[in-house]
């Protein structure tokens, strides 16, 4: 059974960039069944898509967040990143690192989170 | 830019009565159409895809419905452990994105 573990500072000061790690185990990250997403929440709001990457690397990003978001995989690691840059208090949230399954090319849903972690913007 | 939006925010529903969750897409998004339970402190859990198709392990009190703007969960008889926020999520056939809805909380009433 896959398991998902976020990981990464939970302060970040204003204008910073937060970077945060997805450790997966039970599964290998090189897989074609699967992409490998980021999806946030912030306190008391709904659920908010940031990005998901296949192991080959290909990216794709919520556009409102897109010039300051990065997701990159380490397949000798089996784990994904997540950086986001130029942080406000806006950015604070719950991040969750998930296992999106595909059916033929189209990326559908979650099926594996991690269970969350908060990360807080404040100097 | 789709948008979804969830209607009602909040539910209340007495046990053992069904539960009815709408969710309408801002333009046509075929049957690109799941649904998640979250529980307070926990990470989401799907319940249903492809608009219909439960997810595995999901129990058969749940069903969704729907097609193009118009979409509905349905909770045949609320258990104890049904009540959470439920959100509805778009998935884009290409380039592949994520788009949820604002949820709708159902409480005991």
């Known amino acids: 059974q896959v398991h998902l573990q976020e990981s990464g500072p939970g302060l970040v000061k204003p204008s910073e960039t937060l970077s945060l790690t997805c450790n997966v185990s039970?599964?290998?990250?090189?897989?074609?069944?699967?992409?490998w997403g980021w999806i946030r929440q912030p306190p008391g709001r709904e659920l908010e898509w940031i990005g998901s990457i296949h192991f080959s690397g290909s990216t794709y990003y919520n556009p409102s967040l897109k010039t300051r978001v990065t997701i990159s995989v380490d397949t000798s690691t089996n784990q994904f990143s997540l950086r986001l840059s130029s942080v406000t208090a806006a950015d604070t949230a719950v991040y969750y690192c998930?296992?999106?399954?595909?059916?033929?090319?189209?990326?559908?849903?979650?099926?594996?989170w991690g269970q969350g972690t908060l990360v807080t913007v404040s100097s | 830019e789709i948008v979804m939006t969830q209607s009602p925010a909040t539910l209340s529903v007495s046990p053992g009565e069904r539960a009815t969750l709408s969710c309408r897409a801002s333009q046509s998004v075929s049957s690109n159409l799941a649904w998640y339970q979250q529980k307070r402190g926990q990470a989401p859990r799907l319940l249903i895809y492809g608009a219909s198709t439960r997810a595995t392990g999901i129990p058969v009190r749940f069903s969704g419905s729907g097609s193009g703007t118009e979409f509905t969960l349905t909770i045949s008889s609320l258990q104890s452990e049904d009540f959470a926020v439920y959100y509805c999520?778009?998935?884009?056939?290409?380039?592949?994105?994520?788009?949820f809805g604002g949820g709708t909380k159902v409480e005991i009433k």
């Open positions: 999520q778009h998935y884009n056939n290409w380039p592949p994105a994520l788009t």
């Open positions: 998930a296992r999106l399954f595909v059916e033929g090319v189209v990326v559908v849903a979650a099926t594996s």
């Open positions: 039970g599964d290998s990250i090189i897989t074609q069944r699967y992409y």
